[in-house]
C-alpha cells in the first residue's frame, strides 16, 4: 500500500511539474484568435537575396524546388539560387544546374552535415559576390515554396527582425500515420508556438527550413558557425542569446516531404533529441541564466524540448521501480497497472484534444483526404508517446548526420489539389 501511494504522489508531483512549465503553451493556443498582428516596421522595399540549399542525393526532388523558387512573385532578378551537392553520388549537381541553380560541389567525408555544408558554400558565395545580398534563404531539397513566399518573407524582414521564418506545411500528409505525426507537429510548432510568439513580441524559433537570415545579422554572429546536430535549435537559441530578433511570418507557406516509415522517422527523431541534449548542454546554463533575468524568450527557449523529455523519462524511470518494488516486497501488481493505464490514457486523451485542435482549426491548410485528416486525429497520441523511447535511445551512442531518402517529387499546385 505503502509503494502505490508513494508512486501516486510522484505521478502526480511530474504530472503538476509538467503543467507548471508547459501552461503558458496552452494560453498561446488562444492568443491568435485574440490579438491582432502589427504590421512590419520597416519591412518591403527591393532587396536581393540568396537562396542556399545544401543537398545530398536529391536529384529526385530538387528541381521541383528550384521551379519553385523561379515561379515566386517577387523580382526574379533579384534572387539568385545557390545549392552545394554534399558529398553526392548521384547526379543532384547536374539535376541543379539545369534547373537554373548556380552549383558547388563539396566532398568532405570528415566534416559532415548541414551546418557544414552551409558554411562552405556560404565562404564561397563571399569570396564572388562580397557583400551583394540582402540576406539568405535557407531550404532543404524537398522543400516546395508557395508562390508569394519570398515577397511576405520580405514584408515582414527588416532591422527589426533579420531572422524571419516561415510556415512549415507538408507535401505528404497523408502518405502514412508516421507522415501525418511529423506534419501536424510542424503546423502546431508554426501556428500555436511561432505565431503566438510573434503576435505577443518574444521570440520565435527557426525549425531547420524555410527561414531568412540577414547578411548583418550573420556577420554579428560570425558567420555560419553552427555545426552541432540540430544546427536550426543551435542557431535559435545562439541568435536569441545575442539579442537578435527572430520573427515569424504566416503568410508565407512552404512545403516538405515527411518520413513515411516509422523506422526513418525514429532515426531521424533520435538525432533530433540527441541534437537537442546538444544544445541545451552548451547553451543551457546561459539561457536559464537570461531567464533570471527576466528574459522570457529565454524560459521560452529553455521549455522548447528538453523539460518535457526529461519529466516523461522520470515518469517511465518511476513506473519501472514502482514495478521492481512490488516484485521484491510480493506486492499486488493490480494497483500499479490500473496507475499506468491511468497516466497512459491521460495522456493519450490530453494528446488528442491538441490534435483535433490543431486539425479542425487548420483543416484547409492540411492538404489530405478529409477521412486521413480525421484518422490521423487518433494515431497523433501515438506518434507523440514514442518520442519517449526515442530520447531513451538517445542518450546512448552517437547518433551522426545521416540523409533521408526523398521521392515525392510534386508541384504546388498538385499538393494544395490533393
Not at 512549415?168 to 500515420?177: A, Q
Not at 521501480?321 to 512490488?326: E, K, N, T, V
Amino acid at each position: 500500500m505503502a509503494t502505490t501511494e508513494l508512486l501516486k504522489f510522484a505521478g502526480q508531483a511530474l504530472g503538476l511539474l509538467f503543467l507548471f512549465f508547459y501552461a503558458y503553451q496552452f494560453a498561446y493556443a488562444v492568443v491568435p484568435f485574440l490579438v491582432r498582428p502589427r504590421a512590419p516596421q520597416g519591412g518591403g522595399g527591393r532587396r536581393r537575396y540568396a537562396v542556399l540549399i545544401a543537398a545530398r542525393n536529391e536529384e529526385a526532388v530538387l528541381p521541383r524546388l528550384i521551379e519553385s523558387i523561379a515561379a515566386q512573385d517577387y523580382p526574379a532578378e533579384l534572387v539568385q539560387t545557390f545549392v552545394v551537392a554534399d558529398n553526392c553520388t548521384d547526379d543532384t549537381a547536374s539535376a541543379a544546374r539545369r534547373a537554373g541553380a548556380e552549383v558547388f560541389e563539396r566532398f568532405d567525408s570528415a566534416r559532415v552535415g548541414k551546418g557544414y555544408a552551409l558554411a562552405w558554400l556560404l565562404s564561397h558565395i563571399h569570396e564572388r559576390y562580397g557583400k551583394s545580398f540582402d540576406g539568405y534563404f535557407v531550404f532543404d531539397a524537398d522543400n516546395l515554396l508557395s508562390p508569394n513566399f519570398i515577397s511576405e518573407m520580405n514584408r515582414v524582414f527588416s532591422p527589426e527582425y533579420q531572422i524571419v521564418t516561415g510556415c512549415r506545411n507538408s507535401k505528404n500528409y497523408g502518405d502514412s500515420w508516421v507522415s501525418a505525426g511529423n506534419a501536424l507537429r510542424f503546423l502546431y510548432d508554426s501556428e500555436y508556438l511561432n505565431r503566438p510568439r510573434m503576435l505577443l513580441g518574444t521570440q520565435c524559433s527557426v525549425g531547420g527550413t524555410g527561414f531568412l537570415v540577414g547578411r548583418e545579422a550573420l556577420m554579428r554572429a560570425g558567420g555560419w558557425r553552427f555545426f552541432l546536430i540540430s544546427e536550426d535549435t543551435e542557431f535559435t537559441v545562439s541568435s536569441v542569446l545575442a539579442g537578435e530578433n527572430i520573427g515569424y511570418c504566416h503568410s508565407a507557406v512552404f512545403y516538405d516531404e515527411q518520413p513515411v516509415s516509422f523506422a526513418q522517422s525514429w532515426r531521424q527523431r533520435r538525432r533530433w533529441v540527441r541534437g537537442y541534449m546538444q544544445v541545451f548542454s552548451r547553451y543551457g546554463a546561459r539561457a536559464a541564466n537570461g531567464f533570471k533575468r527576466g528574459d522570457f524568450a529565454c524560459y521560452d527557449l529553455c521549455m522548447s524540448n528538453f523539460p518535457a523529455m526529461a519529466l516523461s523519462l522520470m515518469g517511465c524511470a518511476v513506473y519501472a521501480l514502482g514495478l521492481l518494488a512490488c516484485l521484491a516486497l510480493g506486492a499486488p501488481l493490480k494497483p500499479l497497472l490500473i496507475m499506468w493505464l491511468g497516466s497512459f490514457a491521460g495522456s493519450y486523451f490530453g494528446t488528442l484534444a491538441v490534435a483535433a485542435f490543431i486539425t479542425l482549426s487548420k483543416w484547409r491548410m492540411i492538404h489530405a483526404p478529409a477521412a486521413k485528416k480525421l484518422i490521423y486525429i487518433f494515431t497523433f497520441p501515438i506518434f507523440m508517446l514514442t518520442y519517449v523511447p526515442i530520447s531513451a535511445a538517445a542518450m546512448f551512442g552517437d547518433e551522426g548526420w545521416k540523409p533521408i531518402r526523398h521521392t515525392a517529387a510534386v508541384s504546388v499546385s498538385e499538393v494544395v489539389g490533393a
